[in-house]
Each structure stands twice: as C-alpha cells, then as structure tokens.
C-alpha cells in the first residue's frame, strides 16, 4: 500500500519519510492545487531523503491548457528537474474540450526522458475517465493517474474510483492514486470499496488539517497504521 504525501518544504519532506511515507509529491502553491516549485527547493529535498520524489509541473493554476509559452515553461522545468537527477515527475495537460492533450503530453514525455510521471487531477476535469485512462495506458512513462473519481473529494468519488481500480487492474497500468478529502476516519471503508493500492495525502495529515501547516507526525503515523493494517 503506497502512502503519497504532499511536501512544500524540506522539513515537510524530511518528516513524511520519518514517519511512514513511501513517496513525496513536491510541490509549492498548495492553496492553487499545486504549482512548480523552485530548482533549489528540489534540490535540498532530493538530498535530504531517500524515498521517491515526484515534482510537479505546472506553470499556473489558470487551467490544465497551456499555451506556447506556458509550454515553454514546462519543457524548461523538465529539462532542469531530470538534470537534478533521481526525480519523478507530476503533470497533466488538456485540450479545450476537457479531453486528454496527446500532443502536448507527447512533448512532456518526450523531454522527461524516461522518467516517470504522475497525471495529476486534471483528470477529474475529463468528462469520461474511462476512455482518458484508456488513452494514458499507452504512455509507459505514466505510472499513476491521481483522482477523486471526477468529484471534489475521493470519499464522493469512491464508486467511480473502484470502477477506474479495477480497469487499472486488467491493465497493469497506470496504477490509480486516490486523493482529495481522504482523512484518517473513514479511510478503511474507503479502501474496502474501492480497493485501490496507492493513496495521496495533503491537509489531513498536516497540524489542524491546515493545508499552510507543517506535516504532523501523528496524524501521519495514524494514517500509516492503517494502511499497514489493511495490507495484512
């Protein structure tokens, strides 16, 4: 069962790997859902742990499209997180119409050089998951797909999450990573509905659940328990 956790700092990231995470999803700007955060950042976190580091990519929190020089942008901060070395990355792109931006992902993709990649929550954007998931079986690169099943939180989406874990499953990949509105109360039912292998964490494991907060170590821990209790 892997655990996610959202770090905006080098004691965020430091903490969650102390007290159970099994990744980082690095990040600044976490009241926008998330932007790109600075080379430095990236890099004094790549130094201080030894758990997998996924950076997100994202320029603005206008929207999930992008024009050319917001494109610019992004292959820029590719190009200067794979030099970093040892970082995943965290994107998604798309069209007008809410549908998957194959060409723009291609370009991504293509500048990331192997590394693997998280399509973010722009997936809950996209009208039908089930064929955009179908759409990012075809990237290999693409290892996990974040969502709350298309609705605010992924306790609401529960059910259409299920139905994307299990096609997952058939699959083999992307794995479906459930976040948003997760918390500790709840989580087993959570699991046993949807059955999904991998959860993202933010504000709920954070002191008072306040997203502008520092990781709090017991109510990571208390997440970890459970997770550990499930996987038995």
């Known amino acids: 069962m892997l655990l996610e956790i959202i770090a905006t700092t080098v004691n965020d990231a430091v903490t969650a790997e102390r007290h159970g995470a099994d990744r980082i999803e690095l990040i600044t700007g976490i009241l926008e859902g998330g932007l790109t955060p600075g080379i430095g950042l990236i890099e004094a976190v790549r130094e201080a742990v030894s758990i997998p580091v996924r950076v997100m990519v994202r320029p603005h929190a206008r929207s999930f499209c992008y024009d050319a020089e917001d494109v610019a942008v992004m292959l820029r901060d590719i190009r200067h997180i794979r030099a970093a070395g040892g970082l995943s990355l965290v994107t ?14 291609g370009r991504l993709l293509e500048a990331a050089d192997g590394m693997e990649v998280t399509f973010h929550r722009a997936f809950d954007e996209i009208p039908d998951q089930l064929e955009a998931l179908d759409v990012l079986s075809r990237y290999k690169q693409i290892t996990d797909v974040l969502t709350s099943g298309g609705k605010a939180t992924a306790p609401e989406g529960a059910e259409r999450i299920a139905v994307l874990q299990r096609l997952s499953s058939i699959g083999h990949q992307p794995a479906i990573l459930a976040g948003s509105g997760l918390t500790a ?40 328990q459970i997770l550990n209790f499930w996987k038995r």
């Open 92 to 105: 998604g792109v798309l069209c007008a119409d809410r549908t998957v931006d194959e060409e723009l992902l």
């Open 185 to 224: 109360v709840g989580l087993k039912d959570f699991l046993e509905q949807t059955a999904v292998g991998r959860v993202h964490f933010g504000s709920a494991v954070r002191e008072d659940g306040n997203p502008l907060r520092p990781v709090d170590p017991g109510r990571l821990e208390a997440v970890r």
